[in-house]
């Protein structure tokens, strides 16, 4: 290999740890956001034009700004230079010596999966480094993700790349390390060696001899007799083109990468995803099990007529009891043969092969050599006449079984001979080289049964009559075909029509077919017995259906290591059908199930092909988009048209099955062409968004909700998710000083995401690093989102401790105020007067998240709780624990506290932090088990119900109570959409809408009132008490005006060292106005709403540079201090509200 350098950073010893970070202080909660999103005002409710925010925001007398101190970092690389490569090297200090720089190459006996490290060594007295590099050559081990084909090997990631080498150890313990990972591979069992196939052998014969079935010897002459040559060779076109096209897209799939085991379910289901893969794996497994009863019965009735023919011999009565006997004994003897291994029965295939061969040899021979004797004269054989084919040609329908046969019925019956196409896919998992295999050895095999059927059929219409009557005498009276007069009608048994063993009358031995016709039908109820256990064995390792469904007989088991469950389901599922011993009847239920198949395999190639993602690059290039979508539509068509009842039934198992995968919701991600099309959907739809101007009518309240990590905010979570569900978009951001690590970022990301999905919250997670909480909003806001699918509303929790927190601090909270009007978004702040930080009395429940929920073993316990104890060194195990407080979370969103039973704990362990997670069947609802999530503090102990209350108030069911909305400004009507949003939810439904408004003295109040209720009307919102206040002006009491004080005492105080009071006595002076009318405000809000369930008014504007944080803080305090949850909103001055339609 050639050696070439590399450079090695280092980073700076006095860079701070990246691995260790911490988040904002939590009233200051920190969010990441996406870019602002401004609504074009289109028909309006006001005539006169609103102001901008930014008129709001900036007078014009303040136009200089001055920026707090930006917060900088930086990081200095020293690159050098060392020898790299997978070999090791010798690097000397001080002058070369050109006999001691001996480079020692030793790449093909180290292990390749390793990676690279530093050793030293001593030799020659002197102490040398050897060192390799990290980088890898490009090697197929680092592609596998199959999980089967897996191995150890892995790339370095980007940060072992950008990092210089930290790890030295010696050459010793390298080769110490290299020497026990080889014993460890020696003592592991060695693996055993599987019988792997070609193409001939695994594909090509076994597709042959599955077609090659009971329909070719039993049912193909019944075919000719009903449809004449002319629809036979029509209904074996059509046959040939449904399957052709089939194994063309199945091909096409099959190259696009390899295949495991599974065959047609491992390809479906990666191509369009678990719930259709799964359904129809599900559906194709009943299927092959079908159709090797259908081969079974086949044999029997073979069986049976050679009894029949040579000895008279009968078991019961002749007829389906005799059938049902053979067929169960047959049964048994296929079942015994799989569960021996592939190689037994492949090699039982190759001889059956053989003798099919055969039994095709002697049939073509008897059919030129003629009729031998007059008794196969009479049963209709007379050998090759043009007569005879030109009179079969015609179709001549006619009653069986009590059915006046057609063109549908008779395509229903023969269609099963085409359906042996998949049998080579899927025994997959067995080929040495399945992609190039399975289309080779397929459409051959195809094209060679076709051929041969289409030629049967025409030898049989040249050579046998339609209906005989089989008796010599008849013969010799020349009506031996004569079967129109009631004398011979009765008596003809013989002919295409009535003798199902055509093929042998026709053949120079007969009894040699009929060890073909046995031959045909045991190969094909083989493969399709091995074919049934091998699907659900891999559908169970995918894990899409729950354990007692589809789980427990995929398992294998033995000292042959054979899935003897799946075996055993196959035996029962197969025999049930041979027990019904109609042929026809199997096969009419057959052909529905596969076409089913046939439709959604050439559907999954239409549908990757059309969406072309980017890994979609087959070798076979021998299909069409289009033809595949064809064939897919002709199978449901001709699905339906076989039989309705069948059509329809079968469309509801697939169904069941969709649905129980898309319930379940499997953790798979396989790449699957529906994802594709979700990626590719979403981007067509955000670019057409682009281009179209934004109407007030399609207003969304778009949030980005500076939560932190959401679990630690629950209750902030799930106000914005009131607002945006099914509506829009939220956006939970969380910014960290620190600059982060990708991984660290990564897993803080995954951390959140986790947290939404398990409380089934639609939304999107980000992190902003290395900023500070003003900077990261503004970034977040200008760079979040695509298109307009974009954040327009800012929603920050409220800083309860900014009253004692450090000035910067509050700085920047009210700097974020101020950023989010500035990105012309909606600024909106949530206030709990408990706060809505909850890191320091929740404990994290990530580690059950991740480590699921244990099996309930006991059946009779109502309900289980699972504690996670962790210990110093952050490692969780599970015990049992006492009395739980759980918050159910219901089916429609909603939750409940409920109080589970105490248990008592037969140990308790001191000083331990204790997480509970519970799972409790609600005893109210018997349709569902609910999933309850229970809290606890990080010492373990039990949440006060009060405390647990005010963590979920935004999920529990509301009171018949109030949401109070005090609409001071108009800021485009946001003040008044988010209450009107909150009170269509479920949980808020009871809610009654009050509304208060300000007029400008009292002779305008009757006027402002009138007016206030027609543009409430013409707005449709449905209020039930609609205020006007007219004193908003007027002065406060003095109580309140003390109380003020004492507020802003701390901030008008001369600070230490003699520094200048945070709120000065011209701000007081400048500022009275407002100070007085928020003051005022508090008194009518204690007055009308501190009994409200949820209370909405217009934030005020943050407007100039002279007012300072903490008087801004003083005011938001006095409206909202003492009061019921609390959310202070300001549109920004664009309408999203109207009254046009």
């Not at 594909?203 to 039993?218: D, E, P």
């Not at 007059?374 to 009179?391: K, T, V």
Request: glycine share 6%; net charge negative.
């Amino acid at each position: 290999m050639d050696n070439r350098a590399f450079e090695e950073l280092r980073e700076n010893e006095n860079t701070p740890n990246v691995l260790e970070h911490r988040n904002i202080p939590a009233d200051a909660e920190i969010g990441k956001a996406a870019t602002e999103a401004s609504v074009q005002r289109r028909g309006g409710y006001q005539g006169q034009v609103l102001p901008t925010v930014h008129e709001l925001h900036n007078p014009a007398l303040d136009n200089n700004q001055q920026p707090l101190d930006q917060f900088n970092t930086g990081s200095r690389f020293h690159v050098s230079t060392i020898s790299p490569g997978m070999e090791l090297e010798n690097i000397q200090l001080g002058p070369a010596k050109p006999e001691n720089n001996v480079v020692i190459e030793k790449e093909t006996q180290l292990d390749p999966n390793r990676k690279a490290s530093v050793a030293t060594i001593n030799s020659q007295n002197h102490e040398r480094n050897r060192k390799m590099s990290r980088d890898v050559i490009p090697s197929i081990e680092y592609y596998r993700t199959h999980p089967l084909l897996q191995t150890t090997a892995r790339r370095p990631t980007m940060h072992e790349l950008c990092n210089p080498l930290s790890e030295e150890v010696s050459l010793q313990d390298f080769d110490e390390t290299l020497a026990k990972s080889s014993e460890k591979e020696s003592e592991e069992e060695p693996a055993t060696e599987t019988v792997k196939f070609g193409w001939i052998e695994g594909v090509l014969i076994r597709n042959m001899m599955s077609i090659w079935g009971v329909m070719l010897f039993l049912r193909l002459s019944w075919v000719v007799a009903h449809a004449g040559i002319g629809e036979t060779l029509v209904i074996i076109a059509i046959s040939t083109f449904i399957t052709l096209v089939t194994a063309l897209s199945m091909s096409a799939i099959s190259t696009n990468g390899e295949i495991g085991g599974g065959g047609t379910y491992f390809v479906m289901s990666r191509v369009l995803g678990p719930e259709f893969g799964g359904s129809i794996g599900i559906i194709f497994a009943i299927a092959n099990a079908m159709d090797c009863s259908l081969n079974v019965v086949g044999f029997a009735q073979a069986v049976q007529d050679m009894m029949m023919e040579y000895g008279g011999y009968i078991i019961f009565d002749g007829a389906y009891n005799d059938i049902r006997v053979i067929g169960t004994i047959t049964m048994i003897f296929v079942c015994a043969i799989c569960g021996l291994g592939a190689q037994y029965e492949t090699k039982m295939k190759d001889i059956m092969f053989v003798i099919m061969l055969a039994s095709l040899a002697n049939f073509l021979a008897g059919s030129i050599m003629g009729p031998s004797s007059e008794l196969e004269e009479a049963r209709g054989f007379i050998g090759y006449s043009m007569d005879l084919l030109s009179e079969n040609w015609e179709p001549a329908y006619t009653v069986t079984s009590g059915q006046l046969q057609n063109f549908i019925s008779v395509f229903s019956v023969y269609f099963p001979a085409s359906i042996g196409i998949l049998a080579g896919a899927n025994v997959s998992g067995d080929l040495r080289d399945p992609n190039t295999a399975i289309p080779k050895g397929t459409i051959l095999a195809i094209i060679i049964c076709s051929i041969s059927y289409a030629g049967v059929a025409i030898i049989c219409a040249a050579t046998v009559a339609r209906q005989a009557t089989g008796n010599v005498m008849d013969l010799v009276n020349g009506t031996h075909l004569n079967c129109t007069s009631s004398v011979n009608g009765t008596d003809c048994r013989s002919g295409l029509y009535y003798d199902y063993q055509a093929m042998s009358l026709v053949s120079a031995y007969a009894p040699l077919n009929y060890v073909g016709c046995i031959a045909a039908t045991i190969s094909s109820a083989l493969s399709d017995f091995v074919s049934c256990p091998a699907l659900l064995e891999v559908i169970a390792a995918d894990k899409l259906y729950p354990y007692w469904m589809v789980g427990f007989w995929g398992k294998r088991s033995g000292t042959s290591n054979q899935p003897y469950r799946a075996f055993g389901f196959t035996f029962v599922l197969a025999l049930a059908f041979v027990l019904i011993a109609e042929l026809d009847m199997i096969a009419l239920l057959i052909s529905d199930f596969f076409l089913a198949t046939f439709a959604l395999m050439n559907f999954s190639t239409f549908h990757v092909s059309l969406i072309k993602p980017i890994g979609w690059r087959p070798t076979f290039k021998y299909y069409n988009t289009w033809l595949s979508l064809l064939t897919g539509v002709l199978s449901i068509i001709s699905m339906i048209l076989i039989s309705l009842p069948i059509a329809v039934i079968t469309i509801a198992i697939v169904l069941f099955f969709y649905m129980v995968v898309l319930y379940r919701k499997p953790e798979v991600n396989w790449g699957s062409s529906t994802q594709a099309q979700t990626y590719r959907a979403a981007l067509t739809s955000i670019q057409q968004l682009v281009h179209i101007e934004e109407h007030v009518k399609n207003y969304r309240p778009q949030i980005l909700v500076l939560t932190g990590l959401p679990n630690t905010r629950p209750a902030l979570v799930d106000f914005a998710y009131l607002i945006c569900k099914n509506n829009s978009l939220m956006i939970c951001g969380n910014i960290v000083e620190e600059k982060l690590k990708y991984e660290t970022r990564l897993k803080l990301q995954q951390k959140a995401y986790r947290y939404l999905r398990f409380t089934h919250i639609k939304g999107f997670c980000a992190v902003a690093d290395n900023s500070n909480l003003h900077t990261g909003v503004a970034a977040m806001l200008g760079l979040a989102g695509v298109g307009k699918v974009k954040p327009n509303i800012l929603l920050m929790g409220y800083k309860n401790n900014w009253s004692t927190c450090d000035r910067k601090a509050l700085d920047q909270y009210v700097l974020t105020i101020h950023t989010g009007f500035e990105m012309n978004v909606g600024v909106a702040i949530l206030r709990l007067q408990e706060g809505l930080d909850c890191s320091q009395i929740l404990a994290d429940i990530d580690d059950l998240i991740l480590n699921k929920f244990p099996k309930d073993k006991t059946q009779n316990q109502q309900s289980n709780e699972w504690s996670v104890t962790s210990n110093n060194s952050g490692n969780f195990t599970v015990d049992v624990d006492t009395t739980v407080t759980s918050v159910t979370m219901l089916a429609n969103g909603e939750s409940k506290v409920e109080e589970a039973e105490e248990l008592e704990s037969s140990n308790e362990n001191e000083g331990r932090r204790t997480v509970v997670l519970g799972v409790t069947k609600s005893k109210k609802s018997k349709r569902s088990k609910k999933l309850a999530i229970t809290y606890r503090d990080p010492e373990g102990n039990e949440l006060p119900k009060s405390v647990m209350n005010k963590i979920i108030v935004f999920q529990k069911k509301q009171k018949k109570d109030t949401i109070d909305i005090w609409w001071l400004s108009d800021d485009g009507g946001l003040t008044l959409l988010l209450p009107v949003i909150i009170n269509s939810r479920s949980n808020w439904s009871e809610t009654k809408l009050r509304i208060f408004c300000t007029a400008s003295g009292v002779q305008e109040l009757e006027k402002e009132q009138k007016g206030m209720a027609v543009l409430l009307s013409k707005f449709r919102i449905d209020y039930s008490d609609l205020v006007i206040i007219s004193d908003v002006d007027e002065a406060p009491k003095k109580k309140t005006k003390k109380w003020f004080d004492g507020v802003i005492r701390p901030f008008v105080q001369p600070g230490p060292n003699g520094a200048a009071p945070q709120i000065t006595e011209q701000q007081l002076e400048m500022f009275q106005y407002k100070t007085n009318r928020h003051l005022k405000l508090r008194e009518l809000l204690l007055d009308h709403s501190s009994d409200s369930n949820l209370v909405v008014m217009t934030l005020p504007m943050p407007r100039s540079q002279s007012l300072s944080a903490p008087l801004y803080m003083a005011w938001l305090e006095a409206l909202t201090a003492n009061m019921p949850p609390f959310m202070l909103v300001r549109g920004n001055q664009t309408s999203v509200l109207t009254f046009y339609v």
